[in-house]
């Protein structure tokens, strides 16, 4: 069974709190869930928060990579929070950079820097 993964719209920002570790089948729903959230509401930003994750395996650091690089296709901006040592690492490893993305330690510096970011 594929858990749901809730996004929240505060403005024009989509926020996602993961709160369970990710598999593979939640990530690619969560992929689809978020990308036609973005297109349903015309987010301009989104923050999604990683504090809840503690490792992600390789299929999961290309998914959340290919979230973002999908998120800024269609026009919004990215804010990853809560990365924890053990993700960075394993993003770094699999050459995921993080290039275009915001990042801040918590949700609530990763939204303030994100609205900074789009002006609001």
Do not use: W
């Amino acid at each position: 069974m594929v858990s749901s993964i809730p996004i929240l719209k505060l403005k024009d920002c989509l926020i996602v709190s993961i709160q369970i570790e990710l598999d593979d089948p939640t990530a690619l729903q969560f992929q689809t869930d978020l990308l036609n959230k973005i297109h349903e509401t015309g987010a301009r930003g989104v923050v999604i928060d990683l504090t809840s994750i503690d490792f992600i395996d390789s299929f999961i650091a290309r998914i959340i990579g290919d979230i973002i690089k999908m998120t800024a296709l269609m026009g919004a901006k990215v804010a990853i929070t809560g990365i924890r040592p053990s993700i960075a690492i394993t993003l770094v490893e699999l050459g995921i950079y993080l290039k275009q993305v915001i990042t801040a330690l918590d949700l609530e510096s990763g939204l303030e820097k994100l609205q900074y970011e789009l002006g609001v």
